[in-house]
């Protein structure tokens, strides 16, 4: 095939169901493929402008270093389809089936991709920033070092999802669902997790400053390392949750279950623990100075080695409590 050779949507369907495929690096202007079945072409580095590409077929195609940009695609069919480096800037993919799609690198700023189904789609490294995917399904994809600043994702579903090194400050993800997710050294910073399902996420070294977490569910997740100052956790469930060496300066917990976490050697300086549920939780050597753990329930809770200066332990319940100096109450 020529190189930008201009085709219009006539010649390219006629030569498609004559059985080509090789459409490396045409120009396609204001093109009508809607519905159109494009399965295994190759458009790859090919300009694409102003084309309706609604509900087309392009399962296993090759459209990777594509210009896409404002492309047309809702409820596209894009299974396993290679978008690496594509410009989907703006794209409409909303509804849109990237089940098993190579995006790597590609640009997918300001794009819709809302209820989008992205099952184990990869986006290594791809630029998302602001972009839309309520509700869509990013189970078991990979976004290892993704750029989702200010991206909506709320109720979204990130199921076992690989987030390593992401960056995903200012994100919404509230009620998403991050079940098992991997978010190890993801940067959260401000970003809203408000009723977000994390359990047994791995949040290790993740940096969570003044994120909203309220109501969400981290029961079992692994934070060792995390950095969490300025953050609200009220009403959350940490239950059995890894807080070994976490920063918490300044947290909200009020009214947080936090029932047999692990908060080793953490710095909860002028945390907010006021009715915190800690019954077996583990504070041994944590930095409580300062904080409000006002009617906090320590029942069975292991402080020894704990930091209480300047706490507010008014109608603290102790029952079974290990103090700091090893002393248990009875």
């Known amino acids: 095939m020529s190189i930008s050779k201009l085709f219009d949507t006539e010649e390219l369907l006629k030569q498609y169901k004559q059985g080509q495929r090789n459409f490396k690096s045409i120009k396609l202007i204001a093109a009508n493929l809607r519905q159109a079945n494009l399965n295994r072409i190759n458009l790859s580095q090919a300009v694409i402008e102003q084309v309706n590409f609604t509900g087309v077929k392009l399962i296993n195609a090759n459209?990777?270093?594509?210009?896409?940009?404002?492309?047309?695609?809702?409820?596209?069919?894009?299974?396993?389809?290679?978008l690496s480096q594509a410009n989907l800037t703006r794209a409409c993919l909303s509804q849109a089936d990237l089940s098993g799609a190579i995006a790597s690198s590609a640009l997918l700023s300001q794009a819709d991709?809302?209820?989008?189904?992205?099952?184990?789609?990869?986006?290594?490294?791809?630029?998302?920033?602001?972009?839309?995917?309520?509700?869509?399904?990013?189970?078991?994809?990979?976004?290892?070092?993704a750029i989702l600043t200010g991206a909506n994702l709320t109720?979204?579903?990130?199921?076992?999802?690989?987030?390593?090194?992401?960056?995903?400050?200012?994100v919404k993800l509230k009620d998403a669902i991050l079940i098992r997710a991997y978010l190890h050294r993801v940067s959260l910073r401000q970003a809203d997790l408000a009723g977000a399902d994390l359990q047994f996420a791995d949040l290790r070294g993740a940096d969570l400053r003044e994120a909203n977490l309220k109501r969400a569910n981290l029961?079992?997740?692994n934070l060792k390392d995390v950095d969490l100052r300025?953050?609200?956790?009220?009403?959350?469930?940490?239950?059995?949750?890894?807080?070994?060496?976490?920063?918490?300066?300044?947290?909200?917990?009020?009214?947080?279950?936090?029932?047999?976490?692990?908060?080793?050697?953490?710095n909860l300086d002028k945390a907010n623990l006021s009715q915190a549920n800690l019954c077996q939780a583990g504070l041994l050597f944590t930095n409580l100075t300062g904080a409000n753990l006002k009617e906090a329930d320590l029942t069975q809770a292991n402080l020894i080695g704990a930091n209480l200066s300047q706490t507010n332990l008014l109608k603290v319940l102790w029952e079974q409590t290990i103090m700091p100096n090893g002393r248990k109450l009875e």
């Open 113 to 145: 991709l809302d209820r989008a189904t992205m099952i184990g789609c990869s986006l290594v490294g791809t630029q998302l920033q602001k972009a839309t995917l309520q509700g869509a399904n990013l189970t078991g994809a990979t976004l290892a070092g």
């Open 155 to 170: 109720s979204a579903i990130l199921t076992r999802a690989i987030l390593t090194n992401a960056n995903l400050d200012l």
């Open 63 to 82: 459209l990777s270093g594509a210009n896409l940009h404002e492309g047309k695609l809702e409820k596209a069919q894009l299974i396993e389809t290679n």
């Open 230 to 266: 300025g953050a609200n956790l009220s009403q959350a469930n940490l239950e059995g949750a890894e807080l070994t060496n976490a920063n918490l300066q300044e947290v909200v917990l009020k009214g947080t279950n936090l029932t047999g976490t692990n908060l080793l050697n953490a």
């Open 219 to 221: 029961e079992g997740a």
